[in-house]
């Protein structure tokens, strides 16, 4: 450990010696399944118990990070000198005549939050099934998704009211859906110390049928784009949009799929998700980020740029070119969907 172990103290001292567990692995709390060791380790089970643990490293000094699902996040395969604060706070509640439902930041969306609201006739979250989120990280990166039509795209802050936010000074304090200045991707949590406590959801009264349908077509939309997480672990795209193009599109142009380093390839599913073929390292997936960018520049002057957070420390990138792995026979890809709904519109 590189804190002071003084501090370490009293955040067992404060949190409970059993609370704070020393030299974690990461990788089980992420998507991707890749990571090192966190020095702490701890479970906020309540909004109150993370305004705790928050407040006790910034007063000890301690690096922390806040870690919800870990769909977004990539630690480094050297770990995290600090205090990783895993936000179990899951407390839900609504008042179903004004359509209203408050969530803990920790709480996922799908299946807790969602299926909830729709057993209780509410609806505007359904459109977010299937993605791997908690209440706080919905916020953090303005979650969204295509509507039922594939017309546009629907994003979480459409239906946010207001939230609790725990700030930088350790006040609380109640804030209004304009502060988060949301737009793709992104939201004011990105640039300022604020952490997300409570978000009020504005809903509409809504048919269970008919949110169901549209739970079970979006579910179904990317069950046939997207790699099983159970079987494929990733963390979903990894490079955003350029000037409308999307990155996967790029990818596909370029012939990297199927392009593998260490554990980690190209899935030939969709071009812009990497996903842990077994054993993989970060460095595997910094190596392959490396080529892949270096091979769009090359081929079409389109600079990648990264949709997924890097925490912790990284050891240097796997060296070595890229092997290609063979399309699986019969693999319907989402470039193959894309191609079948354009030629029947």
């Known amino acids: 450990m590189l804190f002071p172990a003084e501090g370490v103290k009293v955040l067992c001292r404060s949190l409970g010696e059993h609370r704070v567990q020393p030299n974690v692995i990461l990788a089980p709390y992420t998507t991707m399944r890749v990571g090192g060791r966190a020095d702490c380790f701890y479970e906020a089970r309540t909004s109150e118990e993370l305004v705790t643990a928050i407040g006790e490293a910034r007063r000890s000094k301690i690096p922390f990070f806040i870690l919800g699902l870990g769909a977004n996040i990539i630690f480094g395969d050297l770990g995290?000198?600090?205090?990783?604060?895993?936000?179990?706070?899951?407390?839900?509640?609504?008042?179903?005549?004004?359509?209203?439902?408050?969530?803990?930041?920790?709480?996922?969306?799908?299946?807790?939050?969602?299926?909830?609201?729709?057993?209780?006739?509410?609806?505007?979250?359904?459109h977010y099934a299937g993605i791997p989120s908690t209440v706080g990280g919905a916020m953090w990166q303005n979650l969204h998704f295509l509507a039922p039509d594939r017309s546009r795209t629907m994003f979480i802050e459409e239906v946010v009211n207001g939230a609790t936010v725990l700030a930088a000074d350790g006040t609380i304090k109640q804030v209004t859906r304009e502060y988060f200045d949301f737009s793709y991707d992104y939201s004011s949590l990105h640039v300022n110390k604020d952490i997300v406590l409570r978000t009020s959801f504005q809903l509409a009264a809504g048919k269970e049928t008919k949110m169901r349908a549209v739970m079970e077509s979006n579910l179904e939309w990317r069950a046939l784009r997207h790699p099983p997480l159970a079987s494929e672990?990733?963390?979903?795209?990894i490079y955003k949009k350029i000037d409308g193009i999307g990155a996967g599109r790029l990818i596909d142009d370029c012939g990297?799929?199927?392009?593998?380093?260490?554990?980690?390839?190209?899935?030939?599913?969709?071009?812009?998700?990497?996903?842990?073929?077994?054993?993989?390292?970060?460095?595997?997936l910094q190596a392959l980020m490396r080529w892949i960018e270096h091979t769009v520049r090359q081929q079409t002057g389109y600079c990648l740029e990264s949709e997924i957070e890097f925490v912790g420390e990284f050891d240097v990138p796997t060296a070595g070119k890229p092997v290609f792995l063979p399309r699986p026979p019969g693999l319907v890809s989402a470039a193959d969907h894309a191609r079948a709904a354009q030629a029947n519109a």
Do not use: W
């Open 233 to 237: 672990p990733s963390v979903g795209s």
């Open 80 to 126: 995290f000198r600090g205090l990783v604060i895993r936000n179990c706070a899951t407390h839900v509640t609504m008042d179903t005549a004004l359509c209203r439902l408050q969530a803990d930041s920790g709480t996922t969306m799908y299946p807790d939050l969602i299926q909830l609201a729709v057993l209780n006739g509410l609806s505007g979250l359904e």
């Open 256 to 284: 990297l799929k199927g392009a593998t380093i260490g554990g980690m390839t190209v899935t030939h599913r969709h071009a812009n998700i990497c996903v842990n073929t077994g054993g993989a390292r970060a460095a595997d």
